[in-house]
């Protein structure tokens, strides 16, 4: 059997759910009833198979005002999860309102943990693979990534790091059946934006 | 002469292996198992029963926080 399979806009990634995921997928539930957001990075290449370890999964979300994020953050504690940075919603908030990530983990756990990622429209990279999510299916778990297309490129050319080069490569390679050249050219701009 | 694999070489051969046969993925599902039982147990271990006070020490240590 298939690695993965394209239906409509949806990738099924053929495999079991590992306790990353389920980690992932926990932290969703709750954001969701807040906020929208997008997985990106490193999580969107061990999700479709690359075998690495991984310490942080890398969510980005369009910045929301205090009051829902205290709601959020109240309802991330209550299900299991502590902050990096603060206890209190208020002072974790600072971070946010100046564009600065904060992590969460499971109580009594340090790794894996999520880096959670403010940006607003200013920020034309991340609004626009916010703006073009991609759907990913592992069993019952759905979530959004960027088009493959542009992390591909956003590891090449932004991060560009040994890991992200070979992120990029094992994703060039699992997708290569379903990349499409004028996507790559249509992103790159985009993404060289962020360079200048 | 015959040519020395690097990394990037292994990648693109597990890829292409991988997007075959969904039976590699088992192999990444412990992978991931282990790194994350290893990395609970050793922080447990390290900071006992304050964890939160210890962990932020730790991560402040690293740099990871201020």
Known sequence: MEGYKLEGDIITINRELTSLDLFVRDFLDIL?????????SGFVSISTGRTRGTE??????PIIKKDKFALLFEDLQKNGFWCYQNDDAEAAYEYIKNMQSIRFARTDE??????FI??????????????HP??????DFEFKIPPIEFEILF?????AGKKDIADALHLRTFFSKILKKEKFKEYEPIIKEELK | MKKILDDLDYVVIY?????????L???QKRLIEDQIAASSSLFKNSFGKDFKQGARKYLKGIGLIA
């Open chain 2, 25 to 27: 993925f088992e192999q």
């Open chain 1, 110 to 115: 340090m790794f894996p943990n999520i880096e």
């Open chain 1, 155 to 159: 590891k090449e050319i932004v991060l």
């Open chain 2, 15 to 23: 890829a292409k292996q991988l997007s075959k046969n969904k039976k």
């Open chain 1, 118 to 131: 403010p940006f607003n429209e200013k920020k034309k990279a991340k609004y626009f693979e916010y703006s």
């Open chain 1, 32 to 40: 969701k009833r807040y906020s929208d957001y997008l997985v990106v």
């Open chain 1, 56 to 61: 942080d999964v890398d969510i980005i979300f």
């Open chain 1, 134 to 139: 991609q759907k990913i299916k592992i069993k």
